[in-house]
């Protein structure tokens, strides 16, 4: 099955820096990459997600990048605030059901 | 419109002792989903279902039952709990033209 590996596990930034997060998948049959942000408590909400025939999809301050050839793409929170601070998963799928997810970035930004 | 709902939000059981968690959309969703958080593994699903009466195993169905009779519900039942399925655990759907999957606020269960 699709193997899905994201780092860092924690990044702590000064508010108003950028925020990096990487993952990297397996199966190159994977065509869907979503991008989930978990609040304590809350289940995982999509924040922004890309699929294999596109290169970089941007919303607002959220940019998300993929390269199929190396199988990685990045998360990119630009002037990043106190509310950005949670946990992010990437996942990655090819049909759109079985959905295979990285072990999470615990973000906090730092007022 | 409440969307995806999950209940219980919190459970604790026994082991051996048969567990059911509920899950309730709003949206019609075709598609409904199980996914269990840990640490160190982030989610995995457990099992999906793609319409009524039509379900499919994930990446760890073992000990797990499920059944779906109506679209808008999908309940998940352990029936001999074990300490190793204490777990938070989320329910998610998505509807047949899209891959975006919403997700409940979790259901976080103890095994004791």
């Known amino acids: 099955g699709e193997n899905v590996e994201q780092h860092p596990s924690t990044l702590s930034v000064q508010e108003g820096d950028s925020a990096v997060i990487k993952c990297t998948y397996s199966d190159s049959a994977s065509n869907y990459f979503p991008w989930y942000k978990q609040e304590l408590g809350k289940g995982p909400q999509l924040i922004i997600d890309i699929r294999s025939n596109v290169g970089e999809k941007k919303d607002q301050r959220i940019a998300v990048t993929l390269n199929k050839t190396a199988k990685h793409f990045s998360l990119h929170i630009t002037e990043t605030q106190p509310e950005d601070s949670a946990v992010y998963f990437c996942a990655a799928s090819k049909t759109g059901n079985q959905f295979y997810f990285g072990t999470g970035t615990s973000l906090t930004v730092i007022p | 419109d409440a969307g995806i709902t999950q209940s219980p939000r919190y459970k604790i059981t026994e082991t051996g002792r048969q567990v059911t968690l509920m899950c309730h959309q709003t949206w019609s969703h075709s598609y409904m989903f199980w996914y269990r958080q840990d640490l160190g593994h982030g989610l995995r699903l457990i099992y999906y279902s793609a319409a009524a009466d039509i379900t499919d195993k994930g990446e760890v169905p073992d000990g797990y039952v499920v059944s779906r009779s109506k679209t808008e519900n999908f309940p998940l039942t352990l029936e001999s709990a074990t300490r190793s399925q204490t777990s938070v655990y989320f329910c998610?759907?998505?509807?047949?033209?899209?891959?975006?999957?919403?997700f409940g606020p979790g259901t976080r269960l103890l095994v004791l």
């Open positions: 998610a759907s998505r509807n047949g033209f899209q891959e975006t999957q919403y």
